[in-house]
């Protein structure tokens, strides 16, 4: 167990619809990750939040928003799906960066 | 073009057997990390590199960053350490990039 929660673990939903992914980093660290991982693309970074604020972007699609609140947990906000969006979305948490990543189980999202 | 290329893609071994997995990158980075996938989907962060070598029990991971080229070492293989072995890099921008993966098996 690594420390990082995250839920839910599946979600099914159709298209055109919006869905929260939620994490919980593990105690004390400041750093969450979101990254996406589909058959097709493989793992892929989203973005990186650092107490609160915005660190790094990567490949996330402008359908699609995060944030880390007060209490370092953070949510994946996906809209206008697309059967595309389905994929193991992954959220990872570090003390600080560059730091060790500790990856959460993951959410599976299956959009139909 | 990957900036992150890995190899083998593929690797079987016999239980006992010493592996090596390469990761090539063509980007400027921070960071390089050595990651396990399970067939159940979770991730476990192996090593994360910036110089040098690393050691965990059987694993060893090592970086030439003048070469832009890390190797993850399994000594002593076990059934156990079969996975898919992903290497990823934290660019100087930023940004990470995932290798494609090593699926590893490990027979009996």
């Known amino acids: 167990d690594s420390g990082v929660t995250q839920t839910p673990k599946h979600l099914i939903t159709a298209t055109g619809q919006r869905v929260t992914l939620r994490c919980s980093p593990r105690s004390g660290d400041l750093s969450v990750y979101w990254y996406q991982q589909s058959l097709d693309q493989g793992l892929q970074f989203l973005i990186q939040y650092y107490n609160g604020e915005e660190r790094a972007k990567g490949n996330i699609l402008e359908r699609f928003s995060a944030q880390q609140f007060p209490d370092l947990h953070s949510e994946l906000n996906l809209s206008s799906l697309e059967l595309g969006d389905s994929a193991l979305y992954f959220c990872a948490s570090s003390a600080f960066f560059p730091d060790e990543q500790f990856f959460g189980p993951g959410t599976r999202l299956t959009v139909l | 073009k990957n900036e992150v290329e890995q190899s083998p893609q593929n690797l079987t071994a016999q239980e006992g057997e010493f592996i090596t997995i390469n990761c090539s990158y063509s980007?400027?980075?921070?960071?390089l990390h050595w990651l396990q996938q399970h067939p159940g989907g979770g991730i476990v962060s192996l090593f994360m590199l910036s110089s040098g070598k690393k050691k965990h029990g059987r694993l060893i991971a090592t970086i030439n960053i003048q070469e832009k080229h890390s190797s993850l070492h399994i000594t002593a293989s076990h059934p156990r350490d079969s996975a898919v072995y992903i290497c990823?890099?934290?660019?100087?921008?930023?940004?990470?990039?995932f290798g494609t993966g090593t699926s590893l098996t490990v027979i009996p």
């Open positions: 990823a890099v934290r660019s100087n921008g930023n940004q990470f990039y």
């Open positions: 980007v400027g980075i921070s960071a």
